[in-house]
């Protein structure tokens, strides 16, 4: 039953623009896979900007006035931005350009920035994180541009430092709030709970991400010459590490729990309701499940913070036998943190958990690679009643309230700079490979996206 | 036959020596590393070369498959005379960290006295010193010996080649003394005599725990975590003050009786000397035993490497679905490498997390050997040392394990002097190693006096 006579045609013929543009939509997903926008390798930064640049003509082509912004040091954000109906509402579309690094390499079956299609799912970096999300979008508006343009005024921001927590969109979003005043924030950068189940985010957890340095002699020494008296940073790296988690996974660090607050008993009650279970999870992973005493799965996934150590490296790693003791070592940690943790007081808890477990002789330093606090995200508004409606036409069913356990930093600062009403959600499945090898956009998950970002428009402006 | 001429020969070649010994270490003969190993053959046919050319009888064997060659060289001056084995390695360590040379590991320069290369001091500067000893001894019209050179290209792998040949040519290796010529001074201008060297079992222990790599925000707070767990097991293989914690890991050690320790300092002092070399805050250890103690006579694990997951610059979110770390045990006696390996495999079975499998692959392994230094051999060494260097051998054991001594010592049942001439903190297996060349000419007399005295003595 709709309400506008005139908006009703309208909305079907950009759906079947959208339909018969199937194939229009997959060359541009895979040109934009194609570039291998890697923010954390610095030889990969010509190509960020090459990735900023497509979309900039993408957005010009279409009619949206675009540019870029930021282009210092970091990787600039493309903002493109659409004023053709006064009077209705401004939403907002926020993506990242950039992706992670392919590694391990030897793991992909094809390579990853040359997309490649199997079983209906386009394979290649940054396939579901986060250039088959944005695009979604961006096809889209486009969609709706083919037919006069959408319902209502639009706006793209789309960085490109998401994979490093940069700081040039949410300085952006802090220093031009006015000028980038929205009603509706929408972020793509999710999942489905399961394959046809779409979900809305009440909450995200934060992160804190350091590198432990260790160092021990001044040099590698021969470890059968010093074997025995010489400070191995390795033994007090695998100390510390050890010492900051113990065997049940619950983190050691002082006072890292006294902060975090449960989740809401309408959470909780949806959570259990949800269709999957530990057995898809486990499935997933590959392996058994392993966490925290105490919590579910699925709590522990989104509402229990953790630590998990993501590389580790020194001394000789090559093929064969070299017995040397090194002169230091490193390891990459990371917490996931939950409202409401500080990171800055998690940040002292771990230095001081780390200085008390260093061994003799040896010296560890912990570095603050990057930041981003827990988000709560409110669903009480008409833009997630209408993200509703788009996804249960487009997909056959209403999003559930779920948490996310991984973090998009700039969420944050939306919150606060915008005060606008944010609505995360995702498109791309559980199985999808994010940050591993053979990452995957499902094409047919992809095009039903683009279905609901035009009709999400089209109920925002009706509403 | 004169000492004299010979040292004489030996003062007036030491540019050409020199000269030779850069030539060597320019070859990146690293046993370890596949890429290398046409260079590891090239630099067995380097001295090959040099020994046939001195008029040695020389043969190169391939002992087992994918193995480096033994190179043997044999001069018979006389079947009357006793015979002299020398015992060398013309394999490297590899070089890295490369980013912390000075100059290039292979491209060896002259600094202060000091020559710089990868293998300078381990094992290349002894082995040629002994070349050159040759050479003199026979330009000055042989020495009043039989000698006979043994090395071997797989001693920082452990490999199973010259310890084969030596046992299974046991006959026609008859010797009357074996000189196991590796190995550095005690201290500053103070020779040593090695009475007993560790062992070593050299394994990786993998860890594996989800398929595939996963995202850590996705997957954080339920997938097993190898790198956690692998850190876990590290850290409890070793406690805090340095003790091991394999069960029964200390169960056959036998320390040394106050004989052999009268040459050893037990001081705090040495321990001292060792913090310096190390450029270390502080030592580590099992504190109830002094410095000397721990390094030589006491068994340690170390890590020597771990890699997993993501190690480049900035920061990735990843659950590695495997990784894997280096772990060698230095072993005294009467510990047993494989019974050590036994307990090692099950004990890291308990030590692993739910999630997450764990293996131990051994790399090499080598039984503690201890060395008589009570013999006429051991104290013509010394008095040769005194000779050239001022002042006597000292009796003491060495950290190091050269797998080949227990060999040669069962096999040939000869006296055996374990010693060598490089400078103590030569860095051996570290950046910068370096050999200090007034240690290679005189070590070179050292050995034309030990020729002699030998010969002299029994000849």
Not at chain 1, 217 to 237: K, M, T, Y
Not at chain 1, 318 to 325: D, N
Not at chain 2, 258 to 264: G, P, S
Not at chain 2, 318 to 342: F, T
């Amino acid at each position: 039953m709709r309400r506008d006579g005139y908006a009703t045609p309208m909305l079907e013929q950009v759906l079947e623009l959208a339909r018969v543009g199937r194939a229009r939509a997959e060359s541009d997903l895979f040109e934009l896979i194609s570039i291998p926008s890697v923010s954390a390798l610095p030889e990969h930064r010509e190509d960020c900007r090459r990735a900023a640049d497509w979309l900039v003509a993408k957005f010009r082509a279409m009619g949206m006035e675009a540019r870029l912004t930021g282009t210092g040091s970091g990787h600039p954000v493309v903002e493109a931005e659409w004023l053709g109906r006064p009077g209705a509402p401004m939403l907002t579309i926020y993506g990242h350009y950039d992706v992670q690094p392919p590694d391990p390499l030897e793991e992909w079956a094809t390579p990853p920035f040359e997309p490649s299609v199997r079983d209906g799912c386009v394979y290649g970096r940054g396939a579901d994180d986060n250039k088959g999300q944005h695009l979604a979008s961006v096809i889209a508006a486009e969609r709706w541009f083919e037919r006069g343009g959408p319902p209502l005024n639009l706006r793209f921001l789309i960085e490109g430092e998401e994979e490093v927590s940069g700081r040039t969109l949410p300085d952006l979003v802090r220093a031009e709030a006015r000028r980038l005043a929205t009603d509706y924030l929408l972020i793509a950068d999710g999942g489905f709970v399961a394959p046809g189940l779409p979900a809305l985010l009440t909450g995200l957890r934060g992160l804190l991400y350091t590198e432990i340095e260790v160092s021990g002699p001044r040099v590698d020494l021969h470890s059968g010459v010093f074997g025995g008296v010489a400070p191995n940073p390795f033994h007090s790296l695998a100390h510390i590490l050890a010492g900051l988690k113990d065997r049940e996974g619950r983190v050691r660090i002082p006072g890292f729990y006294d902060d975090v607050q449960a989740p809401a008993s309408e959470e909780l009650e949806a959570w259990r309701g949800l269709p999957v279970g530990d057995d898809e999870l486990r499935a997933a992973v590959g392996a058994e499940l392993v966490g925290e005493p105490g919590f579910s799965p699925t709590e522990r996934r989104w509402a229990r913070p953790t630590l998990d150590v993501h590389g580790v490296v020194g001394g000789f790693t090559g093929q064969g036998a070299k017995t040397v003791i090194p002169a230091r070592a490193k390891a990459k940690v990371s917490m996931r943190l939950v409202p409401d943790q500080d990171p800055a007081r998690v940040l002292a808890g771990l230095r001081s958990a780390v200085a008390s477990l260093v061994t003799p002789g040896t010296r560890a330093e912990v570095i603050e690679l990057s930041t981003a606090p827990p988000v709560r995200l409110s669903t009480d508004h008409p833009g997630a009643v209408a993200l509703r409606r788009a996804f249960e036409q487009a997909f056959g069913s209403p999003p559930v309230p779920v948490r996310e356990g991984g973090s998009i930093p700039v969420t944050i600062d939306f919150q606060e700079a915008l005060d606008t009403r944010l609505l995360v959600t995702g498109f791309g499945l559980p199985d999808d490979g994010l940050h591993s090898p053979n990452e995957r956009m499902n094409l047919e998950q992809f095009h039903r996206a683009v279905e609901t970002v035009i009709r999400f428009m089209h109920e925002l402006a009706a509403l | 036959m004169s000492l004299e001429r010979a040292l004489d020969l030996a003062r007036a070649g030491r540019a050409a020596a020199e000269a030779e010994l850069l030539e060597e270490l320019r070859i990146p003969s690293v046993s370890t590393l596949p890429e290398h190993r046409a260079d590891v053959r090239r630099n067995a046919e380097w001295l090959a070369e040099r020994y046939r050319s001195l008029g040695l009888e020389v043969s190169m064997i391939d002992v087992v498959e994918d193995g480096h060659p033994v190179l043997r060289a044999d001069w018979c001056g006389d079947r009357r005379l006793p015979w002299l084995t020398i015992y060398g390695h013309y394999d490297v360590q590899p070089p890295d960290p490369l980013e912390e040379w000075r100059t290039s590991p292979f491209e060896p320069v002259v600094r202060d006295g000091f020559v710089y290369a990868r293998g300078s001091s381990d094992n290349k500067g002894n082995h040629l010193a002994a070349l050159q000893a040759a050479r003199y001894a026979l330009a000055a019209g042989g020495p009043p010996i039989n000698l006979r050179f043994l090395l071997e290209g797989e001693e920082e792998v452990t490999g199973p080649s010259l310890p084969r040949y030596v046992r299974e040519h046991a006959s026609s290796l008859g010797t009357d003394f074996v000189l196991v010529w590796d190995g550095s001074f005690a201290a500053d201008g103070r020779p040593q005599l090695v009475t007993g060297l560790r062992g070593l079992l050299y394994v990786e222990i993998q860890a594996t725990g989800a398929s595939l790599d996963l995202h850590s925000g996705g997957f954080g707070g339920n997938a097993p975590n190898p790198l956690t767990t692998l850190a876990r097991i590290l850290g409890e293989l070793k406690d805090r003050r340095g003790r091991v914690t394999i069960p029964g890991f200390y169960d056959a050690v036998r320390m040394p009786d106050e004989d052999e320790m009268a040459d050893w300092d037990r001081s705090p002092a040495y321990g001292e000397t060792l913090r310096r070399i190390m450029g270390a805050r502080a030592l580590e250890g099992e504190p109830e035993y002094s410095p000397a103690e721990r390094n030589w006579a006491r068994p340690t694990l170390d890590v020597n490497g771990f890699v997993g997951g993501f190690t480049g610059e900035g920061k990735k979110t990843v659950i590695p679905a495997r990784c894997r770390a280096k772990v060698s045990m230095r072993l005294v006696p009467d510990q047993d490498p494989e019974a050590i390996l036994d307990t090692l495999r099950a004990y890291v079975q308990e030590l692993t997390t739910p999630g997450v499998e764990v293996s131990v692959k051994a790399l090499g392994a080598a039984r503690p050997v201890l060395v008589s230094a009570d013999h006429v051999g051991a104290r013509a060494l010394s008095a040769a040392y005194q000779a050239a260097f001022g002042q006597p051998a000292a009796r003491l054991r060495t950290g190091g394990s050269i797998p080949v001594v227990l060999d040669l010592q069962e096999a040939l049942g000869a006296p055996m002097m374990v010693s060598g001439l490089s400078q103590p903190g030569a860095g051996a297996h570290g950046p910068n190693e370096h050999l200090s060349l007034d240690h290679f000419h005189r070590g070179t007399e050292a050995l034309l006096r030990l020729m002699w005295s030998l010969g002299g003595r029994m000849g």
